[in-house]
């Protein structure tokens, strides 16, 4: 990756417009384009004018892209925080509107893993997973499926080198619901049970899963069985209550999982019960994620408000 693109990766995942960018730093858009697609050299007064605008160190970030097998923990946590603000950021503008951004930081973390050595090789390719898997979510909803398939697929192999639980449980997890939207229930349920049978998981992350399968299971006609995987998802959630979501799980609340329940009931035909679990859910979830547009969709699909199975 060329150290213009890291500075664009920063200023898109703080949000920020390039002529915003360019009036608040006094660059013409014209040239700080030209900087960012290499056209034009990032120079210290470049880098200097970003950091100020944005807050981020982006020198360190341009650098380490430049020499990406000098990388070190602070610019691995410089990428962590950028993908962090840009999941927040998803929350208000939606996934089509962070795509860009996420997938250039898809390319810095995946240069960084590949040549990073010795004790930041797994850190590294601890993030690269991470920032692999949220690709392949944006890219989903975004309707690019064979992409969001290839991202989830680079997610699930970097997890497996690193050897982190968490990230393997997540990258199988939404493979399994790309492949639940896409009617391929087979491959949904099979991916599912693998994440949850992932030995050393953040509990919260299995409570999500468990409720996967239980839709999975209502989806292919199996309503008994789907009782028993909800039931199974209702205990782990009660057990795992005080648990603190981890950062690329921060959406796992009691409403949010309120709506995943009202989802499983909808599919097994309890549209009254499921209609109100959502009411519930939704008032028990956090006022920023109400109108979130992937809570905006499952609360209409479990409200019945829109004809998917899911």
Not at 46 to 74: F, K, M, N
Not at 137 to 143: F, I, K, N, V
Request: proline share 5%.
């Amino acid at each position: 990756m060329q150290s213009g693109k890291a500075l664009r990766t920063a200023r898109e995942a703080a949000g920020v417009s390039l002529r915003a960018l360019a009036r608040r730093a006094h660059y013409s858009p014209g040239y700080l384009s030209q900087v960012e697609n290499g056209q034009r050299p990032v120079t210290p007064e470049i880098v200097a004018a970003y950091e100020c605008t944005l807050g981020t160190d982006v020198g360190r970030l341009a650098s380490a892209t430049a020499s990406p097998q000098h990388v070190d923990a602070s610019a691995l946590d410089d990428v962590a925080d950028m993908l962090a603000a840009i999941r927040r950021l998803e929350d208000r503008v939606g996934a089509v509107a962070v795509l860009p951004a996420v997938r250039g930081m898809a390319e810095m973390s995946e240069q960084f893993a590949g040549e990073s050595r010795g004790s930041i090789a797994a850190p590294a390719a601890r993030l690269a997973s991470e920032v692999s898997q949220f690709r392949g979510w944006l890219e989903h909803a975004a309707g690019a499926d064979p992409a969001a398939r290839r991202s989830l697929s680079t997610a699930l192999k970097l997890a497996e080198e690193c050897g982190d639980p968490d990230r393997l449980t997540h990258a199988l997890s939404f493979r399994a619901y790309v492949e639940a939207e896409s009617a391929n229930y087979a491959a949904a349920g099979a991916l599912s049970a693998a994440a949850v049978a992932v030995p050393g998981a953040h509990p919260l992350l299995g409570v999500y899963e468990r409720f996967q399968r239980a839709r999975v299971l209502a989806l292919t006609g199996e309503p008994r069985a789907a009782e028993a995987a909800l039931a199974d998802a209702d205990h782990a959630q009660a057990a795992a209550e005080d648990e603190t979501p981890p950062e690329a799980g921060y959406r796992y609340t009691p409403g949010f999982y309120g709506l995943q329940r009202a989802r499983v009931l909808r599919t097994l035909g309890l549209t009254e019960q499921a209609s109100a679990e959502v009411v519930a859910a939704v008032e028990a979830l956090p006022e920023e994620h109400r109108r979130a547009p992937w809570a905006v969709k499952w609360r209409a699909a479990a409200s019945g408000e829109i004809d998917v199975p899911h």
